[in-house]
């Protein structure tokens, strides 16, 4: 998985905690992205990164922040889980100017009960 | 509408069929074209990328682009059960890494031995 690590791989949550999700990657890539994957809506992006504390929304950013402080980690907090926020998340980078060659991370499994 | 469609499947073949999956879309400002795989319970990979219309051939695969139709296919081969796992198409208008992807829901595929 392209030196791309997340963690947890699995959480089950109840609904109105919060929850972090962590990538981590070792491949010194400049940009970041998280994406949920939901059945019926495919990838869809949450938010991204285009360096070191520089961020911005995807496509279904509400519900969401994200922060990064090092090259290498990228956070997504949910600051309030709720059932909508049932799904897979991935971590993906790529280098500068080449957004379609992204590289995946293996996927966080989150449960919100 | 969706800005890109994709037939969900399931698709099945026996091992050695040519299999054709396919993607539509309304968005005439994509240029970048992608393909992508995913195994179970994995992140996605990427297969193929193609930078406007036209063919373009990596050993047993070939991606096809008519921007007159708003269609792009993927064509495998010689399939092998080893191919078995869901093909997701992504498009962008432009290949910045800030730009973002667009995928399909993702076509599952399983070739019979």
């Known amino acids: 998985d392209a030196g791309i690590t997340q963690s947890p791989r699995h959480k089950v949550t109840e609904t109105g905690t919060p929850v972090t999700l962590r990538c981590h990657q070792t491949?010194?890539?400049?940009?970041m992205y998280w994406y949920r994957q939901d059945p019926g809506h495919g990838l869809r992006l949450i938010h991204y990164?285009?360096?070191?504390?520089?961020?911005d929304k995807g496509e279904v950013s509400d519900g969401y922040s994200v922060s990064r402080s090092k090259t290498e980690d990228f956070l997504l907090t949910l600051e309030s889980a709720t059932s909508s926020q049932t799904s897979v998340y991935f971590c993906?980078?790529?280098?500068?100017?080449?957004?379609?060659?992204?590289?995946f991370g293996p996927g966080t499994r989150l449960t919100v009960t | 509408q969706k800005e890109v469609e994709q037939d969900p499947g399931p698709l099945s073949v026996p091992e050695g069929a040519i299999v054709s999956l396919n993607c539509t879309y309304s968005?005439?400002?994509?240029?970048?074209f992608m393909w992508y795989r995913q195994y179970s319970r994995k992140g996605p990979e990427l297969l193929m990328y193609?930078?406007?219309?036209g063919n373009k051939e990596d050993g047993r695969f070939t991606a096809q682009v008519d921007k007159s139709s708003k269609y792009i296919s993927l064509f495998i081969r010689d399939s092998q059960p080893s191919d078995s796992a869901t093909y997701l198409c992504?498009?962008?208008?432009?290949?910045?890494?800030?730009?973002?992807?667009?995928f399909g829901t993702g076509t599952l595929l399983a070739v019979q031995p």
């Open positions: 491949e010194n890539h400049r940009y």
């Open positions: 193609t930078y406007s219309s």
């Open positions: 968005n005439s400002a994509f240029q970048y």
């Open positions: 993906a980078i790529s280098e500068a100017d080449s957004s379609y060659e992204q590289y």
């Open positions: 992504a498009m962008s208008a432009i290949g910045g890494a800030t730009n973002k992807l667009i």
């Open positions: 990164s285009y360096g070191v504390k520089d961020t």
